[in-house]
């Protein structure tokens, strides 16, 4: 049988090195699917780049470029400026940039490009950390997650003491013409979403919820399942905005207990019962008052 | 390179000519800038260089210049949207100052180590604290090491005249580095006098579009994918490809040569290249200067020839490239140079001074000493330039230097 | 004015299949059992190394050793249990 | 004053780099000057990384230089498939040993050196710590080939250094790699 070749239509290819069972990895295949040749995209430092603009390993089948970490949106900005300017239109600019680099660091050039509404079609991979570097604590790390900076020990806090920071509500009330949350668990949303956005106009955002399994220490094999457990706990939201109107696209028939989504990941292994409950607690609080404006 | 250097701005010579109208520095920096045509403009306000943005502003509004403008959100974000509006092969401008150029600087290295040609305008003010908004040129200098060329103008017809340069230089195929034009905040960003504006054809003619072979349009047009920017590890290309950026660094030494000819050929105004000498032939004592002092020290050190005394000036127009061999050849014969910069690299001298002096090293018998002025924006006066000349004077008679750096018109 | 090229230096997109064969990554590899195949294609949906395509016939698909990393997404949620994790 | 040298070839996520910086204090336990340099980059589970260790023979002898390893003495390869895709034995100094972590025997493994030393360390580490990172086996193995540092330093270097409830059964991992490492050219273990 002759050596299975990859289909001469996909954009992100095999080769790269991203670690087995990859979230990023597995989101970015369909991204570049649905976004198609007419593409530039643009790396903030992370697992991506790393994984795959190394010298003589480049597999994205679309012109790219390396940014900084600090500046993804104003950067696409320019990119996307530029094309108009020299005469390049239609070509979507999607900066795939990570948790950090846009809730953290990068947060004061997203609210401005989101506010200017700049032409650029914005991806957030949220692997819950600064995943290349080590697994350092991020802005969007979950409360109570273990991480190498966040780490649990004897003494309080154990693991992140703050609340995972909601960037979709942030950038949704930047009013700009479509936001969304998205993970490839529920990959006919997650395509839906990615086609929506591609074919609309200004700033556009999309943060998908990308399991880990090197840093959130599961194994490589359960990411899809992660992936759903997330959204079927309502730990992760699936919804979508425009010019400010949120809907949610996929609520949990009845929603598991945070616990069964918790105990399948290292990271919260050291919770006690009580600090469970309190996470608990917070889901509960967003879905019973999602309810009662719902009805 | 001696230019026969008009010290009084000439009538505008016909055809080239639009109009000649009194500007300020920020204005006329403006204005050359329009008549390159950047295709995207990104420029955050702060004191002194706003009067560049908002006249940019002004220019697209009223259609004169077709650009985008972006009302960027800072310096940092204002530098990150034109790398990528450059990496599309458009040309592009901003402007700043001081803690704008500070927190400009992760991406001044990420456009040299890119090689986009990217033009700023840098009107020069203090380094706060204390707070103070007003001229000296720490803010440029300390960034030297950043890749990037660094030209200085005098006054605000060279401001005008060296950013449309600015554009031939940077975007040359065999240099490809961003470039500065710096000039002193209010001495000239604020000072208003006669300027020259040189008309859109005669700049047109002068200044080919941009149009880089590479480029993410380029790519996208032809289609072939390909990465800008991508990683390489130590054993890889890192190190070859930082070799030949600074190879390209040493090729726009010639370049702001040749341009400074071609411009002063086609608009009727030389500058003088990398630097400009003034009565050094057979000067004792040459005080290098940079900016706008260097008019003052002209009228002090004719003041002196008249009385005798053997002293000239050296204006450095290039501080990055720095050219050395250039410096070391001009002054072989010349037993005294001072070096005079509103600037001062803490722990040491100032900046300009420590070059000038590492390129005359093998000039023996040569004595050199830095003077330190005007820092804050502190008034510098001929009584103070008459000061430095004593000081070298005295030195090239008594053979020796009191202090290296000496700062002057600062009360003890 | 052509930008001189061997200045810049960027890298073209490539799926040449030497330099980066991540297939021998692996601790263990997934193996079908094409009779129990379906052809839903989710194991090519959600395979992050994009290593899973249709085989020749139609009738089921094949698994890419060369770059499959053995993550065992796709035994994990391949409807009949058609793949099983033998090790490497 | 002599300085020996090792070299570590493995895949990310198989705890090189760690094992570097766990043998360096029991060499110096030892009385041994000591240097350990995890080889810096973008460690890829499953990509190949390196790690090097410089050891003396006093603790007050020098270590002249800050490089990689080139010319090892010992080299350690804790995953067998490297061999297809590396030259382990690149600058394998005269009467240096390389060891291999395998299932198979030396003579069948073409690594054309004279001493060639294996160890089953993926068994053992599934065996003892119940896991695929095999660091602590090689170390137990480096005791054994080198003879330059004892099972009790490595044990005791290992209890220092981990999280308290993997310090047993990483110990036991090097005790059974130090007990189970087959050394054809018979250094018997001090």
Redesign the interface.
């Known amino acids: 049988m002759k050596d299975p070749q990859p289909r001469d239509d996909k954009l992100f290819v095999q080769g790269h090195t991203m670690c087995p069972g990859c979230g990023v990895a597995l989101s970015v295949n369909h991204i570049m699917d649905i976004l198609g040749e007419d593409t530039v995209v643009l790396f903030s430092p992370g697992c991506l780049s790393a994984a795959s603009t190394i010298e003589d390993n480049y597999r994205f089948r679309v012109p790219s470029a390396h940014m900084g970490l600090v500046h993804s949106a104003a950067f696409a900005a320019g990119v996307s400026a530029g094309l108009e300017q020299v005469g390049v239109d239609d070509v979507t600019v999607a900066p795939l940039a990570g948790d950090g680099a846009t809730a953290d660091i990068g947060f004061q050039a997203l609210s401005a490009a989101a506010e200017r509404n700049d032409d650029v079609l914005y991806f957030c991979h949220d692997n819950e950390a600064y995943a290349n570097t080590g697994m350092q604590g991020s802005g969007t790390t979950p409360m109570g997650a273990a991480t190498s900076t966040t780490p649990a020990g004897r003494v309080a806090p154990y693991g992140k003491s703050s609340r995972k920071k909601d960037l979709f509500k942030l950038i949704t009330d930047h009013n700009v013409p479509y936001a969304a949350t998205a993970t490839p668990g529920y990959l006919g949303d997650f395509k839906e979403k990615v086609t929506k956005a591609k074919e609309t106009n200004g700033f556009r955002f999309i943060q998908i919820f990308d399991p880990c399994p090197e840093g959130w220490k599961f194994d490589g094999s359960r990411t899809v399942e992660i992936s759903k457990r997330a959204v079927q706990s309502g730990m992760w939201v699936l919804a979508e905005s425009e010019y400010g109107e949120i809907e949610i696209t996929r609520k949990p028939a009845d929603r598991e207990p945070v616990d069964e989504y918790l105990e399948l990941q290292d990271r919260f292994n050291h919770l006690s019962d009580a600090e469970v409950a309190q996470i608990q607690a917070a889901v509960d609080e967003f879905w019973d008052g999602y309810m009662e404006a719902e009805v | 390179m001696t230019a026969e250097q008009p010290r009084v701005t000439p009538e505008p010579t016909d055809e080239t000519a639009a109009e000649t109208r009194v500007l300020t520095g920020n204005e006329a920096a403006a204005h050359g800038a329009k008549l390159a045509r950047p295709e995207v403009v990104s420029a955050y306000p702060i004191t002194p260089q706003s009067a560049i943005s908002e006249t940019m502003a002004g220019f697209v509004a009223s259609g004169e210049l077709d650009a985008k403008l972006f009302r960027i959100e800072s310096e940092h974000s204002a530098m990150s949207s034109l790398i990528g509006a450059s990496l599309t092969g458009a040309r592009t401008f901003t402007a700043t100052a001081s803690n704008g150029l500070f927190y400009m600087a992760e991406m001044l290295h990420f456009a040299s180590g890119g090689r986009l040609p990217i033009v700023m305008a840098v009107a020069n003010r203090a380094a706060s604290p204390p707070w103070n908004v007003w001229g000296d040129q720490s803010d440029s200098l300390s960034q030297r090491d950043s890749g990037w060329i660094q030209l200085y103008a005098e006054n605000c017809q060279e401001a005008l005249d060296l950013l449309i340069q600015a554009y031939r230089i940077a975007e040359s195929d065999d240099v490809m580095l961003p470039a500065m034009v710096a000039f002193d905040g209010f001495q000239v960003s604020h000072i208003s006098e006669p300027v020259v504006i040189p008309s859109q054809e005669a700049v047109d003619d002068f200044l080919p579009p941009y149009d880089p072979e590479d480029s993410l349009a380029q790519s996208l047009v032809d289609g072939d994918p390909k990465a800008f920017h991508h990683i390489t590890p130590p054993e890889a290309s890192f190190f070859e490809y930082k070799y030949r950026q600074a190879q390209a660094g040493e090729r726009a030494k010639d370049r702001i040569e040749e341009v400074d000819r071609l411009f002063g050929e086609r608009f009727g105004r030389r500058w003088g290249g990398l630097f400009d000498p003034y009565r050094v032939d057979d000067a004792g004592v040459v005080l290098v200067t940079l900016g706008s002092l260097t008019t003052t020290a002209k009228a002090v050190a004719d003041e002196y020839r008249e009385k005798d005394l053997p002293v000239g000036v050296l204006k450095l127009r290039s501080f990055r490239p720095f050219p050395e061999d250039e410096l070391a050849t001009v002054l072989e014969d010349v037993p005294v140079v001072g070096v005079v910069e509103k600037d001062h690299s803490f722990g040491l001298t100032g900046s300009v001074y420590g070059d000038v002096a590492a390129a005359l090293t093998n000039v023996d018998g040569q004595l050199t000493q830095n003077f330190v002025t005007g820092l804050g924006g502190r008034e510098v006066t001929t009584e103070h330039i008459r000061e430095m000349y004593d000081a070298l004077l005295e030195t090239h008679d008594t053979g020796c230097v009191d202090r290296r750096s000496r700062w002057v018109g600062v009360s003890r | 004015?052509?930008?001189?090229?061997?200045?810049?230096?960027?890298?073209?997109?490539?799926?040449?299949?030497q330099?980066?064969r991540?297939g021998?990554?692996?601790?263990s590899r997934p193996e079908l059992a094409e009779e129990d195949c379906i052809m839903c294609e989710l194991c090519i949906?959600?395979?992050?190394?994009?290593?899973i395509?249709q085989?020749?016939s139609e009738e089921s698909v094949?698994?890419?050793y060369?770059?499959c990393?053995?993550?065992?997404?796709c035994?994990?949620?391949c409807p009949t249990d058609a793949f099983t994790?033998e090790d490497e | 004053m002599t300085v020996h040298r090792v070299r570590f070839h493995a895949r990310g996520g198989q705890g090189a780099v760690t094992a570097a910086k766990v043998i360096a204090p029991a060499l110096y336990r030892e009385g041994r000057n000591v240097q350990a340099v995890p080889a810096f980059g973008v460690e890829r589970r499953g990509a190949p990384v390196h790690a090097y260790v410089k050891y003396t023979d006093a603790v007050d002898e020098l270590i002249p230089t800050r490089t990689y390893v080139h010319e090892p003495d010992y080299v350690l390869c804790l995953d067998e498939t490297l061999l297809e895709t590396e030259d382990v034995t690149a600058g394998l100094q005269p009467g240096g040993a390389v060891v291999i972590n395998t299932a198979r025997s030396p003579d069948d493994l073409d690594v054309d050196v004279d001493r060639v030393a294996t160890v089953d360390a993926g068994r053992i580490a599934q065996e003892a710590v119940g896991s695929t990172i095999v660091n602590t086996v090689a170390l137990g193995s480096f005791a054994a080939v080198s003879g330059d540092v004892s099972i009790e330093n490595v044990v005791e270097a290992i209890m220092e250094r981990f999280p308290a409830d993997i310090q047993e059964p990483n110990a036991e991992a090097a005790r059974l790699g130090y007990e189970q490492t087959a050394v054809p050219w018979g250094t018997a273990p001090s």
């Open positions: 004015m052509p930008h001189s090229p061997e200045d810049l230096e960027t890298i073209p997109f490539t799926t040449e299949r330099s980066r991540t021998n990554w692996r601790f949906e959600f395979c992050p190394d994009v290593s395509h085989a020749e094949v698994v890419d060369d770059y990393k053995g993550c065992g997404i035994a994990q949620v994790m």
